[in-house]
């Protein structure tokens, strides 16, 4: 079963301007490069309402969020 597709709201690093669909009353979403979150590592925990989420990169340089 594939996942409903959301519009995406990003601003290119530097232009300011809205990547994707049109403003559909959402907030732009800010842009975090993965580097920037895992700093080196190869894991790190996110918080999110009280619970940690762990967000680990493969050897394939892929991204694998878990509770």
Same mark, same amino acid.
Request: zero cysteines; hydrophobic letters at 35%.
């Given at each position: 079963m594939? !996942?409903?597709?959301?519009?995406?709201?990003?601003?290119?690093?530097?232009?300011?301007?809205?990547?994707?669909?049109?403003?559909?009353?959402?907030?732009?979403?800010?842009?975090?490069?993965?580097?920037?979150?895992?700093?080196?590592r190869?894991?790190?925990?996110?918080?999110?309402?009280? !619970?940690?989420?762990?967000?680990?990169?493969?050897r394939?340089?892929?991204?694998?969020?878990?509770?």
């Amino acid at each position: 079963m594939s !996942q409903p597709t959301l519009p995406l709201h990003v601003s290119p690093p530097g232009t300011g301007q809205p990547l994707g669909a049109g403003d559909q009353g959402h907030a732009p979403a800010t842009v975090i490069d993965s580097a920037q979150l895992l700093q080196g590592r190869k894991e790190v925990v996110l918080m999110h309402q009280g !619970q940690p989420y762990r967000l680990q990169l493969t050897r394939a340089g892929k991204l694998i969020l878990t509770k």
